[in-house]
């Protein structure tokens, strides 16, 4: 199998590189930073530039290959809701025309569990839920719009599937860890109600491997899937544990999640009433515990990890970084609307 891969440079993409490498499988990594990408990424991958906002650049780089794996996007909440909406929509549908155009038979959408995010538990949840309300946040909201997107193009010439993973961990996280700190350090991480709400999440190595096996699934065409690790904690243990391995502090407390949510509100209505605030409480104070078995069916995935080792794996990456510094030294900021507009004019127009 040959494979494209954008977003080359981000985390989730640049470990599925390397998993097709190791797999022995053909791997073109499409950047806008390849430089970035090639450290990342290591040997064996062929680093393409190019961006998302360009489909002929797209095209030119999905040229022979059998599979896209459409992984660029923007992890940052933060981000204004024109660059969410510009990159997940605009970047989306650009990544499935050129797949189109250049002949390749299957796209494999990364999308995330926040599709459904909302102000209620996501317990036992699985693909067939119908949402009662739209998801809560832009970030949250353009993903779900993406990954229709997606979806709705897939027919027999080019088959498209999307992949749902929840909270994504693991060494070489450096904008997430980033994120993170800068948040503990800020005094704005909290966990509430006690942080005893079940947290969803999946490690990178599971990502990647139901990202190769989606790749070939019969059953696959069409179909979204939700990934998480087999190890379901409440959010005190989970984040205790995490902030353990980073170097950090125990993570903070609250008891009132109805007050910390009035406060979101109001943060919302004063900034852009689009619930950025609101979204980000929720998702540190709502319990998830997503139903995998469609993607255990469909595409033989294992929820498996060893949690202990894991942890332990990332408190190594940060040792051999040097500490936290270096990590956030290395950090990309978030795009801002600048960022797109220079995108859109390179690209001839918004």
């Known amino acids: 199998m040959r494979a494209l ?26 950047t806008r930073d390849p430089a970035r990408a090639s450290a990342r990424i290591g040997p064996g991958a062929k680093i393409v530039a190019g961006s998302i906002a360009h489909p002929a650049e797209v095209a030119r780089a999905a040229k022979g290959v059998d ?83 997606a979806l709705a193009q897939s027919d027999d010439a080019l088959e498209v599937t ?12 450096v904008d997430g860890v980033t994120r993170l700190v800068r948040s503990v350090r800020a005094g704005t991480f909290t966990l509430y109600g006690g942080g005893r709400n079940i947290v969803a999440t999946t490690h990178v ?26 190890e379901f904690l409440e959010a005190r243990e989970l984040y205790g544990r995490l902030f353990a391995a980073l170097g950090l502090p125990p993570p903070r407390l609250s008891g009132s999640l109805s007050l910390a949510l009035a406060r979101a509100s109001v943060a919302d209505a004063l900034r852009d009433g689009r619930g950025a605030a609101r979204a980000e409480v929720l998702r540190r104070a709502r319990s998830a515990l997503f139903d995998v078995s469609r993607a255990t069916l469909e595409l033989g995935y294992e929820a498996k990890i060893d949690l202990d080792l894991r942890m332990r794996e990332l408190a190594t990456w940060v040792s051999a970084e040097g500490g936290l510094a270096p990590i956030l030294a290395s950090a990309r900021e978030p795009p801002r609307d600048a960022d797109v507009d220079a995108q859109v004019q390179a690209a001839g127009g918004d």
């Not at 839920?129 to 229709?148: C, D, S």
């Open 162 to 173: 999307a992949l749902r993973p929840a909270l994504v961990w693991g060494p070489d996280d």
């Open 205 to 230: 190595d599971n990502l990647t491997r139901a990202a190769l096996s989606a790749a070939s699934a019969p059953a696959a065409v069409a179909r979204s899937y939700y990934l998480t690790d087999g």
């Open 5 to 30: 891969v954008t977003g080359a440079s981000g985390f989730v993409a640049s470990a599925l590189c390397r998993a097709l490498v190791r797999a022995g499988h053909g791997a073109v990594a499409l």
């Open 67 to 149: 599979v896209v794996y459409h992984a660029a996007g923007i992890a940052d909440p933060s981000a204004p809701e024109r660059v969410l909406r510009w990159v997940h929509l605009a970047g989306t549908e650009n990544v499935l025309r050129a797949a189109r155009f250049a002949g390749v038979r299957r796209v494999v959408h990364v999308s995330c569990a926040d599709v459904s995010l909302t102000d209620e538990d996501r317990m036992h949840w699985d693909e067939k839920r119908v949402l009662a309300t739209e998801p809560v946040g832009p970030h949250a909201r353009t993903k779900l719009l993406a990954e229709e997107l």
